[in-house]
C-alpha cells in the first residue's frame, strides 16, 4: 500500500503516524507532499521515515500535486489540517481516483485566530471547512468533544474516527522516579510547547505571572523562540527558562518535574480548547507526570476518566490546591496507563483504517 500524506507544514502528529507505521507495516509506502518545512527542519529528525518528499509552491499548488499523484500513484492520501484547503485541492485534483482521509487537527470554525503555524488559508474558511470533510471518504478527528462538533456542523463520511495525539513509546523513559515526590515542599509543574503573545490560547503570560506570584515552581520548554516569556522568567525567581529542546532530549528532561501544565487561554478560543487533547498531555504522561488542566473539556474528561492528573476551576489558592493532590496515587496511575497512551499500542486502527479507506 501506498500513502501520501499532505501537509502544510509538517507537524509532529505526522511524524508520530509514521513512527508507528514504520515499526507495524513496513510494507506501507509512505510520501509526503507539502508547502513549508520538513520534519527534519522542524524537529530535526523524520524525513527518513518517507521514500519521498515534494514540496508544493504556495502559489498554484494543483499542477505540482497532480504531479505528485501521478508519480507516487496512492491508494490513500492522508491529508492535515489545518488549513483544509489542501484537502479540497486534494478532492478536486484526485477527481474520485485516490481516496482521501481528512485528518482534522483543528476546527476553524471553532476559532477566533488563524492557525499558529502555516500559511494563510485561502478562500472562505467555514466552506472549505465543510468540504473538505463531507467531501473526503473518512475522517480521523483529535477528541470525542471534536467528533461531536464535528457533527453537530457537517455530515461526515461512515468511516470517521478518534484518534488522540498520543506520545510515541519509542521514546518513553524507560525508568520513572519514585512515586512518592515531592518528600516536602510544593510539586514543581513545567511546562512544554508553544507559547504566543498574541492574545491567542497560546498565550499563557498571565497564566504563568499568576502561578509565579503564589511561588509555584515552573520550569518552561518552549517549542519555539518566545523572549516575552525569558522576561517573564527573568522577573520570577521560581520560573525558569529552558532552551529548546528536541522532542527526545524533551521526554529525558520531563520525568524530573511532578506535574505538567496544560491550562490554556480561553479569552478568544475557548470552544477550541474544549475539543483539544494536545501532544503535550500525552507526553506528560509517557513521562510519568500527571496532568494539570483548566476545565478544559476534553482534558478534564482525560485526567478525570484515567485517573491521571485535575481540573482546576481557577488557579485561586494554587498552593493549597496542589498540596491537597494525591500525588503518589496519581503517579501511580500515571505509571501504569502511559504504556497503553502511546501510537504504538493504537496504530492498528490506523493501518485498519487505511485498509478500509483503500479497498
Same mark, same amino acid.
Given at each position: 500500500?501506498?500513502?501520501?500524506?499532505?501537509?502544510?507544514?509538517?507537524?509532529?502528529?505526522?511524524?508520530?503516524?509514521?513512527?508507528?507505521?514504520?515499526?507495524?507495516?513496513?510494507?506501507?509506502?509512505?510520501?509526503?507532499?507539502?508547502?513549508?518545512?520538513?520534519?527534519?527542519?522542524?524537529?530535526?529528525?523524520?524525513?527518513?521515515?518517507?521514500?519521498?518528499?515534494?514540496?508544493?509552491?504556495?502559489?498554484?499548488?494543483?499542477?505540482?500535486?497532480?504531479?505528485?499523484?501521478?508519480?507516487?500513484?496512492?491508494?490513500?492520501?492522508?491529508?492535515?489540517?489545518?488549513?483544509?484547503?489542501?484537502?479540497?485541492?486534494?478532492?478536486?485534483?484526485?477527481?474520485?481516483?485516490?481516496?482521501?482521509?481528512?485528518?482534522?487537527?483543528?476546527?476553524?470554525?471553532?476559532? =477566533?485566530?488563524?492557525?499558529?503555524?502555516?500559511?494563510?488559508?485561502?478562500?472562505?474558511?467555514?466552506?472549505?471547512?465543510?468540504?473538505?470533510?463531507?467531501? %473526503?471518504?473518512? +475522517?480521523?478527528?483529535?477528541?470525542?468533544?471534536?467528533?461531536?462538533?464535528?457533527?453537530?456542523? &457537517?455530515?461526515?463520511?461512515?468511516? %470517521?474516527?478518534?484518534?488522540?495525539?498520543?506520545?510515541?513509546?519509542?521514546? +518513553?523513559?524507560?525508568?520513572?522516579?519514585?512515586?512518592?515526590?515531592?518528600?516536602?515542599?510544593?510539586?514543581?509543574?513545567?511546562?512544554?510547547?508553544?507559547?504566543?503573545?498574541?492574545?491567542?490560547?497560546?498565550? +499563557?503570560?498571565?497564566?504563568?505571572?499568576?502561578?509565579?506570584?503564589?511561588?509555584? #515552581?515552573?520550569?518552561?520548554?518552549?517549542?519555539?523562540?518566545?523572549?516575552?516569556?525569558?522576561?517573564? #522568567?527573568?522577573? &520570577?525567581?521560581?520560573?525558569?527558562? &529552558?532552551?529548546?529542546?528536541?522532542?527526545?532530549?524533551?521526554?529525558?528532561?520531563?520525568?524530573?518535574?511532578?506535574?505538567?501544565?496544560?491550562?490554556?487561554?480561553?479569552?478568544?478560543?475557548?470552544?477550541?480548547?474544549?475539543?483539544?487533547?494536545?501532544?503535550?498531555?500525552?507526553?506528560?504522561?509517557?513521562?510519568?507526570?500527571?496532568?494539570?488542566?483548566?476545565?478544559?473539556? #476534553?482534558? /478534564?474528561?482525560?485526567?478525570?476518566?484515567?485517573?491521571?492528573?485535575?481540573?482546576?476551576?481557577?488557579?485561586?489558592?494554587?498552593?493549597?490546591?496542589?498540596?491537597?493532590?494525591?500525588?503518589? /496515587?496519581? =503517579?501511580?496511575?500515571? /505509571? /501504569?496507563?502511559?504504556?497503553?497512551?502511546?501510537?504504538?499500542?493504537?496504530?492498528?486502527?490506523?493501518?485498519?483504517?487505511?485498509?478500509?479507506? #483503500?479497498?
Amino acid at each position: 500500500m501506498r500513502v501520501l500524506f499532505l501537509e502544510q507544514q509538517p507537524c509532529i502528529r505526522a511524524l508520530k503516524y509514521a513512527v508507528g507505521l514504520r515499526a507495524s507495516r513496513p510494507d506501507i509506502r509512505l510520501g509526503f507532499a507539502f508547502q513549508g518545512r520538513t520534519l527534519s527542519e522542524w524537529y530535526g529528525a523524520g524525513d527518513e521515515l518517507f521514500e519521498s518528499w515534494w514540496r508544493l509552491p504556495a502559489e498554484e499548488p494543483s499542477w505540482e500535486l497532480r504531479r505528485v499523484l501521478d508519480a507516487f500513484q496512492p491508494d490513500l492520501v492522508h491529508s492535515h489540517n489545518l488549513p483544509d484547503s489542501l484537502t479540497v485541492l486534494a478532492l478536486e485534483v484526485s477527481d474520485g481516483g485516490a481516496p482521501i482521509l481528512h485528518d482534522a487537527h483543528d476546527l476553524q470554525s471553532l476559532r =477566533r485566530t488563524p492557525h499558529e503555524t502555516g500559511f494563510p488559508e485561502p478562500g472562505e474558511p467555514l466552506a472549505l471547512e465543510k468540504r473538505a470533510i463531507e467531501g %473526503s471518504a473518512a +475522517l480521523l478527528a483529535v477528541s470525542d468533544e471534536m467528533m461531536g462538533e464535528i457533527r453537530a456542523r &457537517h455530515h461526515p463520511p461512515q468511516q %470517521s474516527h478518534v484518534f488522540p495525539n498520543y506520545a510515541l513509546r519509542r521514546d +518513553l523513559p524507560e525508568a520513572l522516579p519514585a512515586h512518592n515526590r515531592p518528600i516536602d515542599g510544593l510539586p514543581r509543574l513545567v511546562y512544554q510547547g508553544t507559547l504566543l503573545a498574541n492574545g491567542g490560547h497560546y498565550d +499563557l503570560r498571565a497564566i504563568f505571572e499568576a502561578i509565579a506570584a503564589q511561588g509555584v #515552581a515552573l520550569d518552561i520548554y518552549p517549542g519555539r523562540p518566545a523572549p516575552e516569556y525569558r522576561e517573564l #522568567a527573568e522577573r &520570577h525567581p521560581r520560573v525558569r527558562w &529552558h532552551e529548546t529542546v528536541s522532542p527526545e532530549r524533551l521526554l529525558r528532561e520531563l520525568p524530573r518535574y511532578d506535574l505538567g501544565w496544560a491550562g490554556f487561554n480561553t479569552a478568544l478560543n475557548g470552544p477550541h480548547l474544549d475539543t483539544a487533547l494536545p501532544n503535550k498531555a500525552f507526553e506528560y504522561l509517557a513521562c510519568g507526570l500527571p496532568v494539570l488542566t483548566l476545565g478544559h473539556r #476534553a482534558l /478534564a474528561r482525560l485526567v478525570e476518566e484515567e485517573g491521571v492528573g485535575a481540573s482546576l476551576d481557577g488557579l485561586d489558592d494554587l498552593p493549597g490546591r496542589l498540596t491537597a493532590l494525591d500525588l503518589p /496515587a496519581l =503517579r501511580q496511575r500515571v /505509571a /501504569a496507563a502511559r504504556h497503553r497512551l502511546t501510537v504504538e499500542a493504537n496504530i492498528g486502527r490506523i493501518t485498519d483504517l487505511y485498509e478500509a479507506v #483503500a479497498s
